[in-house]
């Protein structure tokens, strides 16, 4: 009867999901150390036990926390800067769990909550786990693209799902927007509008609801647009350093082509994700255009030296892009 009720409880996980964990532990005098840096895993609630696994594809736990040996913080006042996060810790050792929202923080506090003082249960069977591991793979996937793409933890696994040209891409683009603006938040939020769209792009693509060929009508202007900014760069380079004049009408009307290209490729994305995201998502693309092609912001970071060093990350991030789809289009 005890091995029916065993194999019977294997079947029912109170919850579970992926979270962001900092371990931390004491030393030898008794004192906690610094944590270390977060690392994903999929969690398994059962009773008093908490398993993680390192990857979706595990089939036994890489370790195990029992509810009744630590102390239960929801909020923890050193929560590394995270805003959902919650704590598990005892003398020797503590661990900081990082949400991905709301939502997923208030139904992991509501459900460690309920299961303090029960028994720990077994982890699940390898059949099972791996059912689950599928299940959940499958709904990140599909969530990716939303609110996960502007959560830290969301941005984490994003970055390791796009390829390292593109989001070279992105974050040097982010350094420069930073730099002028002197706005972290206005650098988050075009960042994270970029993560949005590229992330729903990408898994379009992967999901075969779009062909790689497909993204040309985006790819090609942009493609020429970043050609074309390269070389205003250079010129303006040139005459900046030598202390010669700038035409500015004439640099205003290059900027100008720049902006066209930029806009073109913008219309292309939007009647290829217009079926696919919702308006005010749709919105975001031209809100990223406005900013990064006005003419006004575009000529200050040109003539700004303090930031040559990021135009010339950007210009290399470009190449890279550039051979990227070159060689995806033509594989």
Sequence with gaps: MRQEEEESSRGEVDQEGVLGLCMGKADKKGKKVQRKKPKEFYFNLLGGALYYYKQAESSEPSGTIKLGEMTFTPQPEDGEGEQFCFQLANDKL???????????YRAWVTALEANQGKEPRPPLSKEKAQGRFQRLTRRTTK????????SPLGKRAIRNKLPKEITELIAALKAIIQMESKSSKKADRIEDNIYRIGVKMYFLVSDKKLRIEDLAVMDNPFRKALVLFSKIRFQVHVKRDNQADINFDVLREKLGEVRQFVAEAGEGLKGLLASHMKPRNIERIDEVISYVTDPDVVTRILLDPLLDDELF????????????FYYAEGS
Excluded: R
């Design 143 to 150: 969530n990716l693209a939303g609110k996960a793409a502007s």
């Design 94 to 104: 503590d661990f900081l769990f990082i949400a991905e929202d709301e939502a997923d």
């Design 313 to 324: 990350n950007l210009e290399s991030a470009a190449k890279h892009y550039s051979q990227f």
